[in-house]
């Protein structure tokens, strides 16, 4: 591993690449994916450096996972696998909850572990919260399946400080995952000092808006973007401006909106790893150029003047599930 680009996640974590990979959008969250490009990118990933893959047991109705165990087989000890679980799919993709009964989580990891065709899982983590059982309850289940041998280390994803508090009287936590980048800097206020606070540490998911930094529009039904706030309506109109400014400022500095979206993160949070999502090679090489490229503390002000974002991060019905969001 290039230690040059690498970070501890928490006190407790791994040592992790600089950029992590997010692999989401491999499995028709965005609109249709190329398998074949998909595994392209991972491999071109972890030839580059990057460690990190990051997963969920529900994109996809498991296709991200047994995608993620194809491209990994014979690369095993390469890869740090971040996995996500505890969300509902109906056979139609609709959602149905969180379930984090204890017994639901050995469940959850058990058929993760055989789709992804390992023995161990680096870091397992709930999705969200389950609002009928305490947290307390899910790390306690998650910590037997570490004391079994079966996961590695435990994080969290999209909860608040007082649920980290009460996660690590359970068990070391080594790191939250939360969406973050120039249109959603909520965690700024409380949420990062909190857990800097606590040692534990953080990826970053989201860090181009799902595209909307880059100019990125929602292809189709398909694409569940077209049902973001961000993406429609009368904040569609503002935001493009934001775009068209942040675009600007890139080519001036010679980088693409990408690598001056990540570059900004990086800059911002330099003890944090950013989650890449990229589904070609062509735009993980462009990502990760930002980490050549780093922002003065000119340029983050100057970026920051010139931008203003509106609108939610998902609909008010998603938006009530996040711990993460509540005071």
Not at 222 to 234: T, V
């Amino acid at each position: 591993m290039d230690t040059k680009h690498t970070v501890k996640l928490g006190s407790t974590g791994p040592e992790v690449f600089r950029l992590g990979l997010g692999c989401m959008g491999m499995s028709g969250m965005y609109g249709a994916a190329d398998e074949a490009e998909s595994l392209r990118t991972i491999h071109a990933a972890l030839e580059r450096g990057v460690t990190l893959l990051d997963t969920g047991d529900f994109y996809g109705m498991g296709h991200n996972e047994l995608l993620v165990g194809r491209a990994i087989a014979g690369r095993r000890e390469k890869v740090q696998l971040s996995v996500k679980f505890g969300a509902m799919r109906g056979p139609d993709g609709s959602w149905g909850g969180m379930d984090l009964r204890p017994v639901a989580v050995k469940n959850f990891a058990a058929y993760s572990l055989k789709r992804l065709g390992v023995d161990v899982i680096d870091i397992y983590r709930p999705a969200r919260l389950d609002p009928n059982v305490p947290i307390e309850e899910t790390v306690g289940a998650i910590a037997e399946l570490v004391k079994a041998g079966y996961v590695r280390h435990i994080a969290l994803s999209e909860v608040g400080a007082e649920t980290v508090r009460r996660a690590q009287r359970v068990h070391p936590i080594v790191d939250v995952q939360l969406e973050y980048s120039l249109a959603s800097r909520g965690p700024e206020t409380s949420l990062f000092p909190a857990l800097r606070e606590l040692g534990v540490g953080a990826t970053l998911y989201g860090v181009l808006s799902r595209g909307l930094l880059t100019g990125s529009k929602p292809t189709g039904a398909g694409d569940f973007r077209a049902h973001l706030p961000r993406f429609s309506g009368e904040h569609r109109a503002t935001n493009e401006a934001s775009v068209q400014a942040l675009h600007r400022f890139a080519q001036e500095r010679g980088l693409s909106p990408a690598q001056l979206a990540i570059a900004w993160v990086l800059a911002r949070q330099p003890g944090f790893v950013p989650i890449i999502g990229a589904r070609r090679v062509a735009q993980f090489e462009d990502a990760l150029a930002a980490l050549a490229r780093p922002l003065s503390r000119e340029d983050v002000s100057a970026l920051e003047s010139l931008v203003a974002f509106t609108g939610e991060r998902y609909g008010a019905e998603q938006m009530h599930m996040l711990d993460s969001e509540r005071p």
